[in-house]
């Protein structure tokens, strides 16, 4: 939740929109700055693959090892639309964008497309041959979660370009490596246009606080996310609506100047979803007429199910919100309240946004508008991911910013970063570290309950995840029937309560197989 300077000539000692000084600086400066935020972002992306392939290597998923990545949904629906996606548009034997004869005895297949398959990035199937498809799936991921990652690290620079690029990179790339992507959008690649699709959205939203700015840009950006997939797009629209309006909030001086800005990007919104009814209307009457499911269960979860998720090393089996983005960002956006380098207002603003944003993860109406006022069959917590942005984006808004007017990071040194965040005279301070350590005591009373749920499975010759705990928490998440034949010096207490058997928490599986997700 961003916090944004009115103008270059009005500081906040706080946080400084970048386009705000940009529009009276020189055009060098202004081309300078640009090629720097684009070298950040290339960076960005570079040490995300870097990073993405250690887990990889580590997890033994090919090309690395021997496990697959193609499972859940990746093997059930993805492998079969990808391919039916590439056979329509190399040859005209069973398929076609209009309709396919690959599935059941024929469908229309423009909403699937819509659905699963719009956007630029499906196009590299065509890369590669028909028997590597699943191989063309994992590149897809890969390519959204380090542009995610590249997109991420421009808002945060535009938000804040008086922070070090260091802090905008590692934030950034803990978004891109958040819970909620390896619990559930690394199995449901369409999702991960969301992941990108937050903080382009949101770029878009603060370009429409420039009353002299043009629309087209913007409208674009929104009809490209709408077409890769209007349902995480719709999330991502409404957090970029949240972040415009923290920032409105936080630096508005009048509310007519605020509703001029949230119409504009209004507006731009509904041209650009416009753009996309070729492919949005005919999926929505196909919607409408098909086959009606059961949405999943929508009622209140117990609270320590939830905050425990901000942790790592924890698991809901998509069953509870994966929050976690590196502890460094906890603690940087719980300490807001104390930070006194930034406004009352800047404060009073994020606090107020982020208690609402808590509140929506369990009040069941809030959860189904985040799910475009539908319960959804399955994962109920699909918007997640707006909110590990939400907190990368507050936690960047908390750190120091460089002294003077104009970005400094050659300036900064290590040994002054240590100080800074060890000084209990500035932020963090010693009123963040109070704020932090509360929160960590309530968690820790939490997950030592009595009537809490915990597997905790430890190293042995059948497991090839090391000291990694599980935590279900929640009253029934947990699951008894576990494979526990490759399992060695478990402990497993589970209190009442049942999960379906396709969701396995555990799994001993062949070779170590564990977590898999089902």
Known sequence: MPIICRCASQPMHGVYYNASVMHTASNPLRRRRTRRTLLGAGLTAVCCFALLLLVMKGSGIRPFGTRSNILGDDGAQYIHFYAAFREA????????????WAFGAGVPFLPTYATYLGGPFTFLVLLFPPSRVGTAISAIVLAKLVTSSAVMFTLLR??????????????????TVSGWVFDVGW??????????AFPALSLVALRCRKPRRQLWPGVLVVALFWWSNFYSAYMASVGAAIVLGVVEMAT???????????????LTGVIGVVLTSPTLVPTLVALRHGSPTG????????????????????????????????????????GIP??????????????????????????????????AFNAPHGMPFRFTFVVC?????????????????????????????????????TWPGLLSWVCSAVFFTLIATTVTAEHEKWLFVSRSPGVAAADRGCADLGGHHCRRGVRSSHLAGRHFRCTGGSIPDRHSAVRGGNGGDWPLHE
């Open 252 to 266: 508005s001086t009048t509310l007519r100047r605020s509703a001029l800005r949230i119409g504009r990007f209004a």
């Open 338 to 371: 104390a930070a006194m380098h930034l406004p009352w207002r800047t404060r009073l603003s994020i606090t107020i946004t982020a208690v609402v944003v808590l509140l929506s993860l369990n009040i069941p109406s809030m959860r189904i508008a985040w799910n």
């Open 158 to 175: 535009t938000l804040g370009p008086r922070r070090h690029p260091g802090i905008a990179a590692f934030l950034a790339t803990a978004y």
């Open 187 to 196: 199995f449901n690649p369409q999702w991960l246009d969301g992941l990108i």
């Open 389 to 425: 942005g939400l907190i990368v984006i507050a936690a960047h808004v908390a750190w120091p910013p460089l002294p003077g007017r104009h970005d400094r990071s050659a300036d900064v040194s290590p040994s002054t970063t240590i100080s800074a965040i060890t000084r209990p005279t």
């Open 295 to 334: 949405g999943s269960d929508m009622s209140p979860l117990n609270w320590s199910s939830i905050i425990v998720r901000t942790l790592p090393l924890t698991e809901g089996v998509a069953y509870t919100p994966g929050l976690f983005s590196t502890s460094a960002a906890l603690i940087l956006a719980l």
């Open 89 to 100: 548009l190399t040859s005209h034997s069973l398929s076609s964008l209009q309709f396919s």
